[in-house]
C-alpha cells in the first residue's frame, strides 16, 4: 500500500509538473495555434518590408500600457503585431519592457529608450545605430508638441537634457518647469508621457532606413567633449589608469573640465 502510494505521489508530481510546463508554454502561443511556438533567434526577429509608419506608430492608443518604457516599446510592438500576425511578435506581451521603466531600479537609462532598444536588439539592428538613438535622446528638446492633441495639458515646457539617464533628463526638466512654469497648483504631469512617443518615432524612424537602405548610424563624440573622450579611449587602448572602452554619454555637466592631469596624487585609497 505504501509503495503504491509512493508511487501515486511520484505520479502525480510528475503529472502536475507537465501539466505546467504545458500551461507556461501557452503563454507564448497565439490562441489560434495549438502547438508551442519557436521563437525566432535573438537578432533575428521580422520587421514588414515596407517598414511601419513613425507617426502612426508612435500616436496610436495607449490603451494597457503604463510606464516610459511600456509605452515606448509597447507603441511598436502592438504595430508590429497588427501588421505581422503571423510572427512572432503577437506573443510578447508589452509589459515584458516593465524592467525599465523610470530607468529601471537605479533611475538609471530612461524607460523611453530601453524600450526601442529591445526591438532593436530583437531585430538585430548594429550598434551604431542604438548609439545614434541614444545621441539623439540627449540633444532633442522633450517633449516636442506633436502628441498635444493627446493630452489635456498643451506646449509643455521643453528641455535638452545632455544625458540618457532618467534622474538627469527628468531632473533638468523639473528644474525649469519648477522654476519657471509651475504656478504653484496646476502641475504638468504629461511630460513623460510624450517623451515616449517621440522615442517610439525617432526608433521607427532608424530601423525603416536600416531594413530600407542598409544604414548603420552614426555617432561621433560631440565637439564639447570630444577631447575628453579621445584622450580617455586612448589611454584604455594603451591600457593605462583612466581609460575608459565604452562610455559615450557627455562628460563635461558632470565632471568639470581639467587642462591637466596627474598634477596632485589622487585621493587616499582611490
Given at each position: 500500500m505504501n509503495a503504491k502510494k509512493?508511487?501515486?505521489?511520484?505520479?502525480?508530481?510528475?503529472?502536475?509538473?507537465?501539466?505546467?510546463?504545458?500551461?507556461?508554454?501557452?503563454?507564448?502561443?497565439?490562441?489560434?495555434?495549438?502547438g508551442p511556438v519557436s521563437l525566432p533567434a535573438v537578432g533575428t526577429w521580422p520587421w514588414p518590408e515596407n517598414g511601419l509608419d513613425?507617426?502612426?506608430?508612435?500616436?496610436?492608443?495607449?490603451?494597457?500600457l503604463s510606464g516610459c518604457a511600456v509605452v515606448s516599446f509597447g507603441l511598436i510592438a502592438n504595430r508590429l503585431k497588427e501588421a505581422l500576425p503571423g510572427s512572432a511578435w503577437p506573443v510578447l506581451p508589452p509589459q515584458l519592457a516593465s524592467f525599465g521603466n523610470g530607468g529601471g531600479p537605479y533611475g538609471s537609462d530612461c524607460g523611453a529608450l530601453q524600450g526601442p532598444l529591445l526591438i532593436m536588439t530583437l531585430l538585430g539592428a548594429p550598434s551604431t545605430?542604438?548609439?545614434?538613438?541614444?545621441?539623439?535622446?540627449?540633444e532633442f528638446p522633450f517633449p516636442s508638441a506633436e502628441w498635444?492633441?493627446?493630452?489635456?495639458?498643451?506646449?509643455?515646457?521643453?528641455?535638452?537634457?545632455?544625458?540618457?539617464?532618467?534622474?538627469?533628463?527628468?531632473?533638468?526638466?523639473?528644474?525649469?518647469?519648477?522654476?519657471?512654469?509651475y504656478d504653484g497648483t496646476n502641475y504638468d504631469n504629461t511630460r513623460c508621457s510624450k517623451l515616449p512617443r517621440d522615442c517610439a518615432k525617432k526608433a521607427v524612424q532608424l530601423i525603416n532606413a536600416w531594413k530600407a537602405t542598409g544604414y548603420k548610424g552614426e555617432w561621433a563624440p560631440g565637439e564639447g567633449f570630444k577631447a575628453c573622450y579621445d584622450c580617455h579611449t586612448q589611454l584604455y587602448r594603451d591600457?593605462?589608469?583612466?581609460?575608459?572602452?565604452?562610455?559615450?554619454?557627455?562628460?563635461?555637466?558632470?565632471?568639470?573640465?581639467?587642462?591637466?592631469?596627474?598634477?596632485?596624487?589622487?585621493p587616499e585609497g582611490r
Open positions: 509512493g508511487l501515486d505521489r511520484r505520479g502525480f508530481i510528475i503529472g502536475g509538473g507537465a501539466a505546467l510546463a504545458a500551461a507556461g508554454c501557452s503563454f507564448f502561443r497565439p490562441r489560434t495555434q495549438t513613425p507617426v502612426e506608430t508612435a500616436g496610436a492608443q495607449a490603451t494597457g545605430l542604438k548609439q545614434e538613438f541614444y545621441k539623439w535622446y540627449c498635444d492633441h493627446l493630452y489635456p495639458v498643451k506646449e509643455t515646457v521643453t528641455t535638452v537634457s545632455n544625458s540618457p539617464l532618467c534622474h538627469e533628463s527628468r531632473a533638468v526638466w523639473e528644474g525649469v518647469f519648477l522654476r519657471e512654469v591600457k593605462q589608469p583612466g581609460g575608459i572602452h565604452s562610455g559615450k554619454e557627455d562628460c563635461v555637466p558632470c565632471h568639470a573640465a581639467v587642462p591637466e592631469h596627474g598634477e596632485a596624487p589622487p
